[in-house]
């Protein structure tokens, strides 16, 4: 059979199951990748299963997002990183060598492995022929010791590119284009594999860019093949060695095709506040900005950088705007620094940030109360900018930069020829910011700090359980409203007690105190519910506060499986009628819950409230229900080690 490149890797990489569409699948993993949000609570997970050193053939840990230092907690989190890290065999990305999936890309990916990463734009990745997928910490944790990643055979889509970008379309606006046609429930389920003679021309980190807002469209992963492009590039960041060649059979088989001319692509831009809210450009002319920020690790690279210097080189921007500047790593700050793009930003009035998520995760630089803040980011859910009222609409490096001058959304185009930006022969290569693993990791003492607590412990569930309807939620919920981040929230990321108390907290200020009160009980939501991210503190600390089920139409792949992982029965409704009969305050009820987890997927829930039978389904494999029955992936893991290992 003629063979994608998705398939080519997954086959190379399964250990179980069949490659058919909703099979589950094993598949051994490559390389992991953590960064330390998501990281402390990795580490102390990899920690509790007691396995010495990590069984992959490279496990970097990152330290990106929890960056500003306003108390002793990220420090203490970077430290206990750094030491954990030398311990157990992993690479650790200093502070200030930037975002995860912009180094990645630059020094570590490589053509048909396998990647999991914390984060759910590992897909970044993907630009580079790795089919790289984002998932919770605990999952990473244990392919970190050398177990397998499961996930539903996911759909290929062939995403056929002809064409080529016209002057001042991006890379970007292909990322936009497909978020306009499929929204961000377009792609849960799918890979999303990129092909035709418009991939020709595109370079490695333009296929980033589209790879990593694969995930706003809720895909399982994106991927480019690897060419003469992906040579070049390796080449150029003097991995050449690593480079091999990668491209679909011709004739290849595929799930669907999604065609896209990119000469008739123009300039795009997504508004408040959803990824999918996309317009062209010339729509929301004139819309007066007051913040400008180029960053993240969507569009931070070297060609980024240069196309926002080459705009407002000589030129300053308006009174009424705020431009920020985050190179995404320390290898393009210094290509920045050398090519003198830095003194052009300065120059211009840019503010310039060090090299981390920074603004993208509310870090700081948030925009004034109703301001327009232009971001070349890739998600502006609301008041993730850490502005409770903002309007955060996303775009390519060339509108934001023509926004930046016009001091309004301002058509790209109307600034006459599109300059010309030479790629550099290579890049400046210092790896000096990434400390290898001890030799002797037994020896390395882990410092830890006093905001780093114990991982709070699952329990196994119940015969039945019983509990009141805590929120109702609409559709589409990201994990930025189950579990905010931002500045003074994130620095709580290892210290689950004190982080839960944040719980929905911008959506409902008494959410945490009803869970107190009832003793816990159910979320009821709608459809993608906990898109966005891959934190598993959304799972994590509400299974704290004593949530013991959510009951939705419909969820999002790495959020559902993080509820599983730690312990939260996650069930869709069968009829979704059902969800209009159910209200804040409901007392519901599961008898026999063990029983008919096990026996089948249909789960009866009664609404004691409204006398009522609500039918729901339970998506999980047997394996997973092995999982939540045990209480958790973490006591699962446990018990089958406990299991295997020889009588004493
Ligand atoms: C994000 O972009 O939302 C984050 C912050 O990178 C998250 C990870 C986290 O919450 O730590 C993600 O995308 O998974
Ligand atoms: Fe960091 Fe933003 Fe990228 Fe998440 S999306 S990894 S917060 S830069």
Redesign the pocket.
């Known amino acids: 059979m003629a063979q994608s490149v998705t398939r080519k890797i997954l086959e190379a990489h399964l250990v179980s199951g069949k490659l058919e569409p909703g099979q589950e699948i094993g598949l051994s993993v490559d390389q992991t990748l953590l960064?330390d949000a998501t990281g402390t609570m990795a580490c102390l997970e990899f920690e509790a299963m007691n396995i010495p050193q990590v069984r992959t053939k490279l496990s970097v840990v990152y330290v990106?997002?929890n960056m500003l230092q306003t108390g002793f907690e990220n420090a203490d989190d970077h430290r206990f990183l750094q030491t954990i890290a030398a311990r157990h065999g992993m690479y650790f990305s200093r502070p200030g060598n930037g975002?995860?999936?912009q180094v990645h890309m630059e020094r570590f990916a490589v053509p048909g492995r396998v990647l999991l990463g914390a984060?759910s734009?590992t897909p970044n990745a993907g630009c580079l022929a790795m089919l790289a997928i984002g998932a919770g910490g605990l999952e990473v944790a244990v392919a970190m010791g050398g177990g397998p990643f499961y996930i539903p055979m996911p759909k290929v889509v062939q995403v056929y590119l002809k064409g080529k970008l016209q002057p001042w379309v991006a890379a970007k606006d292909i990322a936009l284009e497909l978020l306009r046609r499929l929204t961000v429930k377009g792609g849960i389920g799918k890979v999303f594999e990129y092909s035709g003679p418009g991939v020709d021309s595109l370079t490695v980190p333009e296929r980033a860019t589209i790879c990593n807002m694969g995930a706003e469209l809720g895909a399982t992963t994106s991927v480019f093949p690897s060419d003469e492009q992906t040579r070049l590039y390796m080449t150029r960041q003097k991995r050449e060695h690593q480079w091999a060649p990668l491209a679909a059979d011709p004739g290849a088989q595929y799930d669907g095709t999604i065609e896209i001319d990119l000469d008739k692509l123009e300039p795009l831009i997504a508004c408040p506040s959803s990824p999918d809210n996309v317009v062209p450009v010339h729509q929301v002319a004139g819309t007066p900005v007051a913040q400008v920020a180029i960053g993240?690790?969507?569009n931070s690279s070297f060609h980024d950088l240069a196309v926002v210097a080459a705009v407002v080189k000589g030129k300053r921007v308006g009174p009424g705007v705020s431009l920020v500047v985050t190179p995404g790593s320390r290898q393009a700050l210094q290509m920045a620094t050398s090519y003198g793009f830095l003194m052009t930003f300065v120059q211009a009035g840019a503010r310039i940030l060090e090299s981390a998520?920074g603004p993208?995760?509310g870090m700081g630089q948030a925009p004034p109360s109703e301001g327009v803040s232009i971001r070349t980011?890739?998600?502006n859910f609301p008041g993730r900018s850490g502005t409770p009222n903002d309007r955060v609409y996303l775009c390519s490096p060339e509108v934001a930069a023509a926004c930046a001058l016009a001091g309004k959304i301002a058509d790209p185009r109307e600034l006459g020829a599109y300059p010309q930006i030479k790629e550099p022969e290579e890049f400046i290569i210092d790896d000096a910011m990434v400390l290898p693993p001890s030799k002797d990791g037994a020896q390395v003492q882990v410092l830890r700090g006093p905001n780093i607590k114990p991982l709070p412990a699952a329990q196994p569930p119940g015969q039945e359980t019983r509990g009141r309807v805590l929120i109702k939620v609409g559709d589409n919920i990201t994990t930025d409203h189950i579990m905010p981040a931002g500045a003074s929230i994130l620095p709580l990321r290892s210290n689950v007690p004190a982080i839960s108390q944040h719980v929905f907290g911008r959506v409902d200020k008494e959410f945490v105190k009803r869970c107190q009160e009832w003793h816990g009980g159910v979320i009821v939501g709608g459809v993608n519910y906990g898109q966005g991210s891959s934190r598993e503190h959304a799972a994590l600390a509400p299974m704290y506060l004593g949530v013991r089920a959510v009951l939705v139409k419909s969820f999002a792949r790495i959020h559902w499986a993080n509820l599983i992982n730690f312990a939260i029965l996650p069930l869709t409704f069968v009829n979704e009628k059902d969800y209009d009969t159910l209200e804040q305050g409901d007392e519901l009820e599961v008898l026999n819950l063990r029983q008919q987890v096990r026996q089948g997927r249909r789960v009866k829930v009664t609404n004691k409230t409204k006398g009522t039978t609500i039918e729901t389904e339970h998506q999980m494999t047997e394996r997973q229900v092995a999982i939540y029955l045990a209480g958790g992936l973490l006591n699962h893991v446990k018990q089958q080690a406990s299991a295997a290992a020889p009588a004493s």
């Open positions: 960064q990106d997002h975002i995860c999936h984060d734009h993240s690790c969507n998520c993208c995760i980011f890739n998600r």
